[in-house]
């Protein structure tokens, strides 16, 4: 009923930046909050960022200040400016959407097939 296309992952040095983007396609009625979760191996997924409908928007302690999410919703794509990256940023990254589409008529929770990013030191 939604398909989300990741993009942006990738390598990058410490310090530097990168962008993701996730856009939400599908017989999609309406999108509540979009966010951003990571994942290394052996761990559990972790939360990182996320951006209501109404545009508020909540950070993950450890990228607070260096990445910003945000939200085109005329194209239906979240974004994910990461900056000042560091070794332990490194995992893959998945798009998480809150969409309400299809003959579903309640949200639900759908996400992305995740993007590697690899910082290097």
């Known amino acids: 009923q939604v398909q989300l296309v990741e993009s942006g992952g990738g390598l990058v040095q410490v310090g530097g930046s990168l962008r993701l983007s996730c856009a939400a396609s599908g017989s999609i009625f309406s999108i509540g909050t979009m966010g951003w979760y990571r994942q290394t191996p052996g761990r559990q997924r972790e939360f990182v960022a996320k951006?209501?409908?109404?545009?508020?928007?909540n950070y993950a302690i450890s990228v607070k200040g260096r990445f910003t999410i945000s939200r085109d919703n005329a194209k239906n794509t979240v974004y994910l400016q990461m900056g000042t990256l560091k070794p332990e940023d490194t995992a893959v990254y998945y798009c998480n959407v809150i969409a309400m589409a299809g003959a579903d008529y309640s949200y639900t929770d759908y996400w992305g097939q995740g993007t590697q990013v690899t910082v290097s030191s």
């Open positions: 951006v209501s409908s109404g545009g508020s928007t």
